[in-house]
Nanobody
Framework: QVQLVESGGGLVRPGGSLRLSCAAS????????MSWVRQIPGKGLEWISSISRPDGITSYGDSVKGRFTISRDEAKSTLYLQMNSLKPEDTAVYYC??????????RGRGTQVTVSS
């Protein structure tokens, strides 16, 4: 059974930065492409970024390209999302997910990110 536990969310001012972490089941990165997705209140899930296996090629949605960076530490079995230049429209619940850009996704419980002054 896949286990994904996100952390690192919080309240940040516009222009600020946060780094999200996802503690994952050991060995998952060698088997699956991993993604970050988010859900804005009242809207559906939005794919943000993926990192493929085993080569680690990254891809990003247009709304976050150039501001967010996905990475993984296989030794720690942890997925990261570095978020810079945050905007109020980035406010959402962020989920770590097993699966690529088009899903289907197996998600963790999520972590709330709020961007507000």
């Amino acid at each position: 059974q896949v286990q994904l536990v996100e952390s690192g969310g919080g309240l940040v001012r516009p222009g600020g930065s946060l780094r999200l972490s996802c503690a994952a089941s050991r060995g998952i990165f060698s088997t699956y492409t991993m993604s970050w997705v988010r859900q804005i209140p009242g809207k559906g899930l939005e794919w943000i970024s993926s990192i493929s296996r085993p080569d680690g090629i990254t891809s990003y949605g247009d709304s976050v390209k150039g501001r967010f960076t996905i990475s993984r530490d296989e030794a720690k079995s942890t997925l990261y999302l570095q978020m810079n230049s945050l905007k109020p429209e980035d406010t959402a619940v962020y989920y770590c997910a097993k699966g690529g850009r088009w899903g289907p996704w197996t998600r963790g419980r999520g972590t709330q990110v709020t961007v507000s002054s």
